[in-house]
């Protein structure tokens, strides 16, 4: 599917679906550690929230204040998102794509803020994710000359079930501060 602006291009979506079967036999290899979301208590989920972020090693220390996270860690963010169509309740999937376009800002952010943009987005989801939280960590960022490609991994109160890549440009002359995130994210809500 494609979307047009003034005859142009200005989006596209593809998408493909397999049949689920089951696992072939013997074991595989997976990430050391899974991402944790934080204790319950402390992201209730009864409604839209503005979203949680943890960095570096200490998975335990969530806030909703971009500025405490302004370091080189590995950042992650756990989110309730809101319905984009009033009364109508966000798809598992939707859900997903909305919590997976966070992939730019968690492997794009750094103790600077986020100078890169995103160009594209590319979502797999091994299933369908659980509840209305979910979370993104990043897992890799490499970037050479202006260009940067990040790879994050989607999880929810039961597991990891995907990963979101993100393609980006160097945004150098529009970087978006610590300071300003902390503005957004209240704005977000």
Partial sequence: MSMLQNGTIAARASVVLLQPS???????????????????????????????????????????????????????????????????????FARAA???????MMTNWGDAGIGFINTDLTLALSRMPEGPELGVEADSHFSDRGTAVGV????????????????????????????QLNVAVKAHM
Wanted: avoid cysteine.
């Fill in 152 to 179: 994050t991994t989607l999880f929810d109160r039961r597991g990891s079930f995907g990963s979101a890549m993100v393609t980006s440009v160097s945004n150098a002359g529009r970087q978006i501060s610590n300071a």
């Fill in 98 to 104: 909305i919590v997976g376009e966070h992939a730019s």
């Fill in 22 to 92: 089951a696992q072939p036999p013997g074991g595989l290899w997976q990430r050391e550690r899974e991402p944790r979301p934080p204790a319950p208590q402390a992201a209730p989920h009864a409604a839209p929230r503005v979203p949680l972020f943890s960095s570096g090693a200490d998975e335990d220390r969530w806030s909703d204040k971009p500025t405490e996270h302004e370091n080189r860690g590995r950042k992650r963010t756990w989110q309730h998102p809101i319905d984009v169509v009033a009364g109508e309740e966000l798809t598992p």
